[in-house]
């Protein structure tokens, strides 16, 4: 009877997040810190959301690093902070994070979950320093077609973010800061709209992905093909 | 003492049935000050709701419980269920058995999901009962009763004439005019199921449904077996999607039910958990063997209260046991020995 799966539910998330010694000068670092206690608290309190809900945390600059394994809100007992170093590598969060949703889902398919899409909510402050060698892996990530278990990304960008790049990571929504917003304000907005993204795609019975409006001071921006 | 005599008391327990780890739900009473069990303020709240009872050869029992997410919010159960018996003029007897499961999306599908469940069972106790009836022609005359008469009157009801006066089945207090057919959508399941077994111990029931609410034929020999409607695409049933009354095109099959089956509708927040892709899950082998024989009422309500994580929609099941006291080889000897 332990072998057979129950049938439950679970639809993971996961925030990757820019942690490069720019996110520090803009506030971003003490904005995401402040920001996801919040989000960990909304969730775990939500019954509804907490029992179907995993977050998993994964920051990067020069290298990137699973600071949160995929959990349930409950399970975690206090929220990791990210640290402002090194430059933006979008290759090795893409690199990472392939590697952890296939992890992921093998362990919760295996105790007998049924797993739906992942969604991925990707922040950052600045263009990629791995200059267009990120591309072909972020392709890989996203490709439906070769890769089963492609996550939905949404993708925020904040003070020094190009649009046309944002634009090509969101696979489902991407939205960027306007001019003249305080960057620091934009990512606590950027984490409130996350944290009601989760708690709205997590409510419904049969979860599905319900991508956020654009946060205050931000705008939509078109997504791109990669 | 008298409950101590009891032969399965563990049976009895009101604690919920676990399946896989605890819900957040699992270690919390219901009247805690978390306030994850509102009542709900107009009423009509069907937190829990049963009926049961025998006919001819068949028990048949029906529990409904409001899920978790309509407890946390104070919103009513949008699912609901109806019985009736009907005898026709040919002195055939069938139970007559409806399940309707109200759309999230839809304003007032709790209200929908009452009224029609109650308008369908009627509209098939009546159609039974007429001079004119044959078993043979009533598939095919579902789908236009659905249309010519359940539908309207779904869509309209008497304005309350003074400030109290309610309208029936807790319709919204509003001009009947106002509301859209996508406020009141529900998927439909309906089984006509004869009261007696037949000479060779099966008999012939009629099953139809619109939208995806699942039934099963439980087996005597504890497999869980669904039947297919009507045109198949791929395995898919065509009208998965369908909710009445946007559609009146119901699907039908016939099925046959032998002595010691256990026939199974179900709204969704219980047959999602039952089987995968044809594989039982946890909850399907527990039911499956449990459910072989009639269970006491408040047996049922527990198997029904489950717990288990994410599983927060409504749930009901009407469940009709085709022989409801299997003779065993002792009474057997009885009746052979002189």
């Given at each position: 009877?332990?072998?057979?799966?129950?049938?439950e539910?679970?639809?993971?998330?996961?925030?990757?997040?820019?942690?490069?010694?720019?996110m520090?000068?803009?506030?971003?670092?003490?904005?995401?810190?402040?920001?996801?206690?919040?989000?960990?608290?909304?969730?775990?309190?939500?019954?509804?959301?907490?029992?179907?809900?995993?977050?998993?945390?994964?920051?990067?600059?020069?290298?990137?690093?699973?600071?949160?394994?995929?959990?349930?809100?409950?399970?975690?007992?206090?929220?990791p902070?990210?640290?402002?170093?090194?430059?933006?590598?979008?290759?090795?969060?893409?690199?990472?994070?392939?590697?952890?949703?296939?992890?992921?889902?093998?362990?919760?398919?295996?105790?007998?979950y049924?797993?739906?899409?992942?969604?991925?909510?990707?922040?950052?402050?600045?263009?990629?320093?791995?200059?267009?060698?990120?591309?072909?892996?972020?392709?890989?990530l996203?490709?439906?077609?070769?890769?089963?278990?492609?996550?939905?990304?949404?993708a925020?960008?904040?003070?020094?973010?190009?649009?046309?790049?944002?634009?090509?990571?969101?696979?489902?929504?991407?939205?960027?800061?306007?001019?003249?917003?305080?960057?620091?304000n934009?990512?606590k907005?950027?984490?409130r709209?996350?944290?009601?993204?989760?708690?709205?795609?997590?409510?419904?019975?049969?979860?599905?992905?319900?991508?956020?409006?654009?946060?205050?001071?931000?705008?939509?921006?078109?997504?791109?093909?990669? | 003492?008298?409950?101590?005599?009891?032969?399965?008391?563990?049976?009895?327990?009101?604690?919920?049935?676990?399946?896989?780890?605890?819900?957040?739900?699992?270690?919390?009473?219901?009247?805690?000050?978390?306030?994850?069990?509102?009542?709900?303020?107009?009423?009509?709240?069907?937190?829990v709701?049963?009926d049961?009872?025998?006919?001819?050869?068949?028990?048949?029992?029906?529990?409904?419980?409001r899920?978790?997410?309509?407890?946390?919010?104070?919103?009513?159960?949008?699912?609901?269920?109806?019985?009736?018996?009907?005898?026709?003029k040919?002195?055939?007897?069938?139970?007559?058995?409806?399940?309707?499961?109200?759309?999230?999306?839809?304003?007032?599908?709790?209200?929908?999901?009452?009224?029609?469940?109650?308008?369908?069972?009627?509209?098939?106790?009546?159609?039974?009962?007429?001079?004119?009836?044959m078993?043979?022609?009533?598939?095919?005359?579902?789908?236009?009763?659905?249309?010519?008469?359940?539908?309207?009157?779904?869509?309209?009801?008497?304005?309350?004439?003074?400030?109290?006066?309610?309208?029936?089945?807790?319709?919204?207090?509003?001009?009947?005019?106002?509301?859209?057919?996508?406020?009141?959508?529900?998927?439909?399941?309906?089984?006509?199921?004869?009261?007696?077994?037949?000479?060779?111990?099966?008999?012939?029931?009629?099953?139809?449904?619109?939208?995806?609410?699942?039934?099963?034929?439980?087996?005597?020999?504890?497999?869980?077996?669904?039947?297919?409607?009507?045109?198949?695409?791929?395995?898919?049933?065509?009208?998965?999607?369908?909710?009445?009354?946007?559609?009146?095109?119901?699907?039908i099959?016939?099925?046959?039910?032998?002595?010691?089956?256990c026939?199974?509708?179900?709204?969704?927040?219980?047959?999602?958990?039952?089987?995968?892709?044809?594989?039982?899950?946890?909850?399907?082998?527990?039911?499956?063997?449990?459910?072989?024989?009639?269970?006491?009422?408040?047996?049922?309500?527990r198997?029904?209260?489950?717990?288990?994580?994410?599983?927060?929609?409504d749930?009901?099941?009407?469940?009709?046991?085709?022989?409801?006291?299997?003779?065993?080889?002792?009474?057997?000897d009885?009746?052979?020995?002189?």
């Open positions: 009877m332990s072998e057979t799966a129950t049938g539910n679970i639809l993971p998330f996961y925030i990757v997040c820019d942690e490069s010694g720019s520090e000068g803009i506030g971003g670092i003490d904005a995401i810190n402040s920001g996801l206690p919040e989000l960990h608290s909304t969730i775990a309190s939500d019954p509804l959301v907490s029992d179907k809900c995993r977050i998993g945390l994964i920051s990067f600059s020069d290298i990137a690093e699973e600071l949160l394994p995929l959990s349930r809100a409950t399970d975690i007992p206090a929220m902070g990210v640290q402002a170093k090194g430059v933006t590598n979008y290759g090795e969060a893409f690199t990472l994070l392939r590697y952890v949703i296939d992890r992921d889902i093998d362990a919760l398919k295996s105790q007998g049924q797993v739906f899409r992942p969604a991925v909510f990707f922040i950052t402050d600045g263009e990629p320093t791995d200059d267009q060698s990120w591309e072909p892996t972020y392709r890989s996203i490709d439906k077609s070769s890769n089963r278990r492609a996550p939905n990304v949404i925020f960008g904040v003070n020094g973010a190009n649009a046309t790049t944002i634009g090509k990571i969101g696979t489902v929504g991407a939205f960027i800061a306007s001019n003249g917003i305080n960057p620091g934009a990512l907005e950027i984490l709209s996350l944290t009601n993204s989760i708690v709205s795609s997590s409510s419904s019975s049969t979860p599905q992905l319900v991508v956020p409006a654009a946060p205050d001071g931000c705008t939509a921006v078109p997504l791109q093909t990669v | 003492m008298e409950e101590e005599s009891r032969p399965d008391d563990s049976a009895r327990s009101v604690t919920p049935l676990r399946i896989g780890g605890a819900s957040s739900f699992g270690d919390n009473q219901w009247w805690s000050n978390r306030n994850w069990h509102q009542l709900v303020a107009d009423g009509f709240g069907a937190d709701a049963c049961a009872g025998t006919v001819g050869e068949l028990a048949i029992s029906a529990v409904s419980i899920g978790h997410k309509h407890r946390v919010d104070g919103l009513p159960n949008e699912d609901s269920f109806a019985i009736r018996t009907v005898k026709s040919a002195d055939e007897e069938f139970a007559i058995l409806v399940l309707c499961d109200g759309l999230s999306s839809a304003k007032y599908s709790a209200y929908a999901a009452r009224r029609t469940s109650s308008l369908v069972a009627d509209m098939v106790r009546r159609v039974v009962s007429d001079d004119t009836f078993w043979e022609t009533l598939s095919s005359g579902l789908s236009q009763c659905l249309r010519e008469f359940v539908a309207p009157e779904l869509s309209s009801w008497p304005k309350p004439t003074t400030a109290l006066d309610l309208p029936a089945y807790g319709a919204p207090p509003i001009e009947s005019l106002s509301v859209q057919v996508s406020d009141l959508l529900v998927t439909l399941t309906i089984a006509i199921v004869p009261t007696s077994n037949g000479e060779k111990g099966a008999s012939d029931v009629l099953l139809g449904t619109i939208g995806d609410s699942p039934a099963y034929v439980l087996l005597k020999s504890g497999e869980w077996l669904k039947p297919t409607y009507g045109e198949q695409d791929d395995g898919v049933l065509t009208t998965a999607t369908a909710a009445f009354p946007k559609t009146t095109d119901i699907a099959t016939q099925i046959i039910l032998y002595e010691g089956d026939l199974c509708l179900m709204s969704d927040g219980v047959g999602n958990f039952i089987q995968n892709k044809s594989v039982p899950l946890r909850l399907g082998q527990h039911l499956a063997e449990v459910w072989k024989t009639p269970r006491d009422i408040p047996t049922l309500v198997d029904v209260s489950f717990d288990l994580r994410s599983a927060d929609d749930r009901t099941v009407i469940l009709c046991w085709t022989d409801r006291e299997p003779i065993d080889a002792e009474i057997t009885e009746i052979e020995v002189p």
